[in-house]
């Protein structure tokens, strides 16, 4: 079945770096476009990236621009999320969604189970 | 990318009728009919339940259904049940491949 794993979340220092992966399976990953949606504790969801099914071109929430760098490898079926100057109010559940694609592509069809950032000292 | 706006919490009793409601602009939600409406329960990762307005995906069921207006989309559960009790987002596409939530609505069941 479709299914989304997200990994590498952890504790960092403000100003620090991490790097998200979500690994897919169960569908052709190449034909799909992919988003991040992370959650604060407590808050509501945030769109955070998207990125086209070849990798292409790449979108970002205003809050990451410039700090966080979403990416994809085709070949191994793996969503990234580069995550770097990272501070206190990055701290969320981070969550990979699928685009749902033909014959709609504006909603997310498909979510993993996220992985957790802190950002603290 | 201002969030979009919902009510905090609705309830209703098994059985009845709830409406949560999800207010854009003209830029988000009055521009495309592309809003969708997402549960989540406790913990869990969040759950399709309506996609372009109104549209149900498989396995959803029809007492949920999605409507919209000028720039308000709206999500309906009639026949509540327990398990409805949950929080619920809109999103809604916002131009030029991004995309924006609503702060979310807890549904309680009484």
């Known amino acids: 079945q479709v299914q989304l794993v997200e990994s590498g979340g952890g504790v960092v220092q403000p100003g620090g770096s991490l790097r998200l992966s979500c690994a897919a399976s169960?569908?052709?990953?190449?034909?799909?476009?992919m988003h991040w949606v992370r959650q604060a504790p407590g808050k509501g969801l945030e769109w955070v990236a998207f990125t086209r099914y070849d990798g292409s071109n790449k979108y970002y929430a205003d809050s990451v621009k410039g700090r966080f760098t979403i990416s994809r490898d085709n070949s191994k079926k793996t969503l990234y999320l580069q995550m770097n100057s990272l501070r206190a109010e990055d701290t969320a559940v981070y969550y990979c969604?699928?685009?749902?694609?033909?014959?709609?592509?504006?909603?997310?069809?498909?979510w993993g189970k996220g992985t957790t950032v802190t950002v603290s000292s | 990318q201002s969030a979009l706006t919902q009510p905090r919490s609705v309830s209703g009793s098994p059985g009845q009728s709830v409406t949560i409601s999800c207010t854009g602009t003209s830029s988000d939600v009055g521009g495309y009919n592309y809003v969708s409406w997402y549960q989540q329960h406790p913990g869990k990762a969040p759950k399709l339940m309506i996609y372009d307005v109104s549209k149900w995906p498989s396995g959803v069921p029809d007492r949920f259904s999605g409507s919209k207006s000028g720039n308000t989309a709206s999500l309906t559960i009639s026949g509540l049940q327990a398990e409805d009790e949950a929080d619920y987002y809109c999103c809604s596409y916002a131009g030029s491949y991004t995309w924006v939530f609503g702060g979310g609505t807890k549904l309680t069941v009484l």
């Open positions: 969604a699928k685009e749902a694609g033909t014959p709609s592509y504006y909603y997310m069809d498909v």
């Open positions: 169960g569908f052709t990953f190449s034909s799909y476009g």
